[in-house]
């Protein structure tokens, strides 16, 4: 099983963000951190991938299967997509927006084993006391945690999240990071991270694409992608890398 | 981080007991309405000048073969027809209404604000006084057909509008708002040339009331609340999703554009049904749906009920309302609801502006 995308093409208007760029397959287990600067097509190759935009040429595959010859609700339910943002002030309980990822949108009833599995996934997530909490009224942080929970809950192939820790403070950047990469272990799924801190990618991240003014221009593990003088050339700064205080692997970036 | 097991932990144990008590909760808050409605129901059917009692209503209800031939056609013929049709459109706008609001995500939105009603009134004016028909062959429903017909180009109309590119939430009421006043003046314009007949069968539509209920009007509602509401019961994950945005609930594998197509069919439905029959009747789409998201939340499972129970109520009060402020004399109910609506209208708008405020 594997994820692959070819010749992606996406424009809006006259406007291209995806220029003809693709990646090669994304091992299930494994954790990928899809990395670049602002306004390179992260969120939009995560919407090709996810269905919710129709690229103007190219495919994505999962286990050989063309995406797009998939019905839309199979495939919404194989690919799990965490958008950036979400703003609700919708009155309803943080409880009841993770009971609803864990119902897959169908069927009335909600069994006790429903309910356990919202409230032990609540509780794992460090956001137990959230649970009555009406969602209008969480902080930035809060609704990105909840958020990272509804995707998780639910039972997917591929999960997408698209900058998962943006509003959150260090321990939780850690925690969710963490969260992510054992649960897509555990479960053997293919997961993809849009990230901006590259020294988060370098130490939760199995492997790195790196995406520059819509094309994918890098994909390996940490180590080489990092090390790559593109790495430099795309965010437009110069780049070193070292061994932290525990042999993690430190970005270190400057404006020269 | 805590390790999966099978046997939930404490913490566990609290969450899902909190949850059950807020069902249950939810559950006991839709009886408590179910039960108050049936109160006002057989108030409903005792008010008015040839009084009855309250044993006096039962038995005729229960029991018919006792009561005079007298009583039997007042509440028969009479009163009951009246009191179910303002529980079945009441709970057809309260139902519009809330799936507006979802599907618009604007806490303004309902049939009536959004200018559904008065493009209704306006087709049923086109019949009453052009003799037009809109639809071919409605025959004998061409003034409600009408009615429908209009409600339904106008909520097309609106669907397009929240298609445009930068359109937000605010400026959807907006033109909401500039339907409705385009439809008054062109109702105005046919007033203008209509005979006195004419003009009274137009101002019924403006004001709004129950006295043309009949058997086969509270049929048709039942009818098409019994097409319409298990179809919203069967997405109610779906609504519910919406309400945390257009793309969260895309990614969570709802199909958004098809969603609010199919529903808005079904609200314009319900909304030029229930208008066509009782005519223009204000805010009770509007303050029903608010009510119940105060009482029972969001979770389209509590919210769509608990909104037709609470339009039903509200209008199930105004029709005793509309009998019992003057003795003898029967009020529009399009003016009672807008008084009681325009006061919760205003602080809704006031309370929205300190919450971003806060």
């Known amino acids: 099983m594997s994820l692959t995308a070819t010749n992606i093409n996406v424009s809006f208007g006259t406007r291209t963000v995806l220029h003809d760029t693709g990646f090669a397959a994304l091992k299930p287990g494994q954790l990928t951190a899809l990395i670049g600067p602002n306004a390179a097509g992260k969120s939009t190759l995560f919407r090709t991938i996810a269905g919710l935009i129709k690229p103007n040429a190219g495919q994505v595959y999962l286990e050989g299967k063309d995406l797009s010859t998939l019905p839309t609700q199979r495939r919404l339910k194989s690919i799990c997509f965490m958008p950036q943002f979400f703003t609700a002030n919708a009155a309803l309980s943080v409880f009841d927006v993770v009971l609803m990822a864990q119902k897959q949108l169908a069927g009335w009833r ?22 009555d909490a009406n969602i209008g009224e969480l902080s930035g942080g809060q609704a990105q945690m909840v958020s990272v929970c509804q995707a998780l809950i639910r039972r997917s192939v591929v999960y997408l999240f698209d900058e998962p820790n943006s509003a959150l403070d260090l321990r939780h950047q850690l925690d969710v990071m963490g969260r992510i990469k054992t649960a897509m272990r555990k479960r053997g799924t293919i997961g993809i991270v849009a990230l901006h801190d590259l020294n988060l990618a370098a130490r939760y ?36 890398t070292a061994a932290g205080p525990r042999k993690e692997l430190n970005v270190h970036a400057y404006v020269d | 981080m805590t390790a999966t097991t099978d046997i939930p932990d404490d913490a566990v ?15 006991l808050m839709l009886l408590a309405a179910i039960a108050l409605l049936c109160l006002t129901v057989l108030i409903d059917i005792m008010t008015g000048p040839a009084s009855l009692s309250f044993t006096d209503v039962l038995s005729v209800i229960f029991d018919p073969s006792g009561a005079s031939a007298q009583q039997k056609v007042i509440v028969w013929d009479l009163r009951l027809p009246i009191a179910l049709m303002a529980v079945l459109v009441g709970a057809m706008l309260g139902v519009a209404g809330a799936e507006m609001q979802t599907i618009l995500n604007n806490p303004l939105a309902d049939p009536f604000t959004l200018g559904l009603s008065s493009a209704a009134s306006f087709g049923a004016a086109l019949a009453i006084v052009m003799q037009w028909s809109l639809i071919p062959g409605a025959g004998a429903f061409f003034v409600t057909g009408n009615a429908f017909a209009l409600a339904m180009i106008t909520s097309l109309a609106l669907y397009g509008f929240t298609r445009l590119r930068g359109v937000t939430p605010e400026a959807m009421i907006l033109v909401g708002i500039a339907m409705l006043f385009t439809f008054n003046a062109l109702l105005a314009l046919l007033q203008y040339g209509a005979s006195e007949l004419q003009l009274a069968q137009i101002i019924f539509w403006q004001l ?10 509270v049929l048709t509602c039942v009818i098409v609340l019994s097409i319409v509401l298990p179809y919203f019961m069967s997405r109610s994950w779906a609504l519910t999703a919406l309400r945390m945005g257009e793309e969260k609930a895309a990614s969570l594998g709802v199909n958004v554009s098809f969603l609010r197509l199919t529903v808005l069919a079904g609200v314009s439905l319900l909304a030029a049904v229930a208008v066509s029959f009782v005519g223009a009747v204000a805010f009770v789409g509007l303050v029903g749906p608010h009510i119940a998201r105060i009482i029972v939340g969001e979770d389209q499972r509590g919210f769509l009920p608990f909104s037709a129970l609470a339009g039903a109520l509200i209008m199930s009060g105004t029709s005793i309302a509309s009998k019992a402020i003057t003795p003898g004399v029967i009020y529009p109910i399009g003016m009672i609801t807008s008084l009681i ?18």
């Open chain 1, 205 to 240: 991240a199995d492997h790195l694409l790196l995406i520059g003014a819509g094309k994918i221009l890098a994909q390996g593990p940490p180590e080489q992608v990092l090390a790559d003088p593109l790495i430099a050339q795309t965010y437009d700064v110069a780049v070193q």
């Open chain 2, 13 to 27: 144990t609290t969450l899902v007991g909190n949850y059950r008590k807020r069902t249950y909760r939810r559950i």
């Open chain 2, 341 to 358: 609506g325009i006061p919760f209208f205003i602080s809704l708008i006031l309370s929205q502006r300190q919450r971003h405020w806060q």
């Open chain 1, 110 to 131: 909600v069994s006790k084993d429903d309910m356990i599995a919202v409230a032990s996934a609540l509780d794992r997530a460090g956001i137990g006391h959230l649970a």
């Open chain 2, 208 to 217: 709004g009331s129950l006295a043309r209920a009949s058997w086969g009007k």
